[in-house]
């Protein structure tokens, strides 16, 4: 809530499509406008960490996100279409880790890295009421375990769920 408070930035809207969807920095940064379906609600994921192409949901957050993302990126190109299609996303991978722990050192914010956005994520996804199998479908999991290293779920978070 605190690295969402402070700015509403390119930075910002990377923040929080990775809390609504786990996906990686290197994921996240090679989004094409292409890639998503905005009447199904779905991101297309081409090149993954897992050679393995998917397709996730995307939450309402996630949507505005790349909404906010696709008119930002439309008013710095003055409406001049390239040749090719660009990233939606203008940081490089070291860019966006600087920008991060720039952004944690301001608000004292200690010991937190892009990555640990995808277990928060993940967590995320579990507390929803998502089994497994589907929130391994939305995060690219391969493995269960690895899955379950991502993901920590408190036990008064399970208590309304138990009845």
């Known amino acids: 809530e605190?690295?969402?408070?402070?700015?509403?930035?390119?930075?910002?809207?990377?923040?929080?499509?990775?809390?609504?969807t786990g996906m990686r920095r290197g994921e996240i940064l090679c989004i094409k406008k292409s890639h998503i379906d905005f009447n199904k609600s779905v991101l297309f994921i081409p090149s993954t960490k897992t050679d393995t192409p998917r397709s996730i949901p995307l939450s309402t957050d996630a949507l505005t996100s790349?909404?906010?993302?696709?008119?930002?990126?439309q008013s710095v190109s003055g409406g001049v279409i390239p040749l090719?299609?660009?990233?939606?996303?203008?940081?490089?991978l070291r860019g966006l880790s600087g920008a991060f722990l720039r952004l944690?050192?301001?608000?004292?914010?200690?010991n937190l890295h892009f990555h640990d956005l995808r277990h928060e994520?993940?967590?995320r996804l579990f507390e929803k009421g998502l089994n497994p199998v589907e929130v391994a479908t939305i995060t690219?999991?391969?493995?269960?375990?690895?899955?379950?290293r991502y993901t920590h779920l408190?036990?008064?978070?399970?208590?309304g769920r138990l009845g």
């Open 2 to 20: 605190r690295l969402l408070r402070i700015s509403r930035s390119e930075l910002d809207r990377i923040i929080a499509l990775a809390s609504e």
């Open 66 to 73: 790349l909404r906010g993302q696709l008119r930002a990126s």
């Open 84 to 92: 090719h299609e660009a990233p939606l996303f203008t940081y490089s």
């Open 104 to 110: 944690c050192r301001r608000l004292s914010i200690d």
């Open 121 to 123: 994520a993940t967590s």
């Open 140 to 148: 690219g999991h391969k493995d269960t375990r690895m899955l379950m």
């Open 154 to 159: 408190r036990a008064e978070d399970l208590v």
